[in-house]
């Protein structure tokens, strides 16, 4: 199918869907990613747009409902004849759109760090998968607090399968996994109650965390209630941003664990640029966090290849973004060709207690997109 209705005449402007959730339980996190979204829009449109014409967002709010999520990608693909969305954080979410789009031939621009594990001409991923975040993590777990894990996710196809690849992980390290629980992805305080009286049995050396949402908050605060301490047990997660700890409250989350291509904390002047210009816009006391600089980078990626293309056909434009860098406040980041996932740096944080991140850990240069662990695997 072609979208070429959605190129317009001369001057007339881009349009392009954005699909994140800003109410319900996932709408902590999805916000951020809308506003990163903005800002690059925003940005771009100041400069003069693409080829003179400007971007104009199509937004939906799809409210933490993956029916929702399907139906509402349709309607920008079909009634509003658009080919390209910026959207999706969970996995279910974006297995729910992804049929969508490759059935309608449209362009997912999809922001989080997942599961690894799948490829889909349709979709262009800028988050971390495994290889970039995952065994960095567990490698720095086990050398600085001891291979007992505990595991505890929300219960739907991320947490399971990122838990899955841990698992492997922590084998290969000699390690073991002492206990494994799953709650609702719209999990109230009293669904970790069970779960913290089981940590408390089996003591593990970390406790592994696949949370996401509101949840988060629910889970760190409890865990903080049952008076366990994050120096000798901490809560290390590849989920848990700087937006769920101001949520769960900065004392809260002091001396947990996250791994990340991007903390807000990162020293260097496309990131002080980055960080001013969302204060400003956002207001002085909100953080930026890994989901809105991926969604933020995203959109200038598109926006190079779209200036090369000068058309949102699908299979003019797709050929553009692959192989697209971008120096990102990360640093520079780029699309591989092979995979349509992205080279991104791997980072691990310690957040303080004014709710950023301290970097303990971090690669060289971009960690290359490895989503089947093939070359993880090979040198094992």
């Known amino acids: 199918m072609s979208h070429r209705k959605n190129d317009g005449l001369l001057g007339e402007p881009w349009r392009v869907g954005v699909l994140f959730s800003r109410s319900g339980f996932m709408a902590l996190i999805e916000e951020t990613q809308y506003r990163g979204t903005m800002i690059a829009i925003e940005e771009i449109n100041a400069r003069g747009g693409v080829n003179g014409r400007e971007i104009v ?39 729910s759109v992804l049929p969508v789009v490759e059935r309608l031939n449209g362009l997912l621009w999809y922001p989080t760090l997942y599961e690894g594990f799948e490829f889909s001409p349709n979709i262009i991923y800028t988050g971390a998968a495994p290889n970039q975040n995952s065994m960095a993590l567990c490698e720095y777990l086990v050398e600085n607090y001891g291979s007992r894990f505990y595991f505890v996710g929300s219960d739907y196809v991320y947490p399971r399968e990122s838990n899955r690849i841990m698992r492997e992980l922590v084998a290969e390290r000699g ?32 406790i592994f965390s696949t949370v996401v949402g509101s949840a988060t908050v629910l889970l760190y605060q409890t865990y903080h209630d049952f008076g366990l301490n994050p120096a000798n047990m901490p809560i290390a997660s ?123 850990r971090q690669s060289l240069s971009p960690v290359l997109a490895d989503p089947y662990l093939i070359a993880a695997r090979a040198a094992v």
């Not at 920008?76 to 999706?88: K, Q, R, Y």
């Not at 002492?178 to 408390?200: C, S, T």
């Open 175 to 206: 390690g073991q996994v002492v206990g494994e629980r799953y709650v609702p992805l719209n999990a109230r305080r009293q669904d970790f109650f069970a779960v913290m009286h089981d940590i408390k049995r089996q003591m593990p050396d970390v």
């Open 57 to 95: 967002p199509v937004v939906y709010d799809p409210a933490s409902d993956n029916a929702l999520f399907r139906s509402q990608a349709r309607r920008m693909l079909t009634e509003e004849g658009l080919s390209t969305i910026f959207g999706c954080y969970t996995s279910s979410s974006r297995k």
């Open 238 to 360: 590849l989920t848990t941003t700087e937006a769920e700890i101001r949520a769960m409250g900065c004392d809260v989350g002091e001396g947990h664990l996250t791994a990340a291509p991007y903390f807000q904390s990162i020293s260097n002047s496309r990131n002080d640029n980055f960080v001013r210009r969302y204060r400003a816009r956002y207001g002085e006391d909100e953080a930026t966090n890994m989901c809105v600089e991926a969604a933020y980078f995203q959109v200038h990626m598109f926006a190079r290849a779209l200036e090369c293309a000068n058309t949102l056909d699908t299979d003019v434009l797709r050929p553009m973004v692959l192989g697209q860098s971008f120096e990102a406040p990360q640093g520079e980041v780029r699309i591989d060709p092979k995979c349509s996932h992205t080279n991104v740096w791997s980072r691990i944080g310690r957040a303080t207690r004014s709710g950023q991140f301290e970097i303990l």
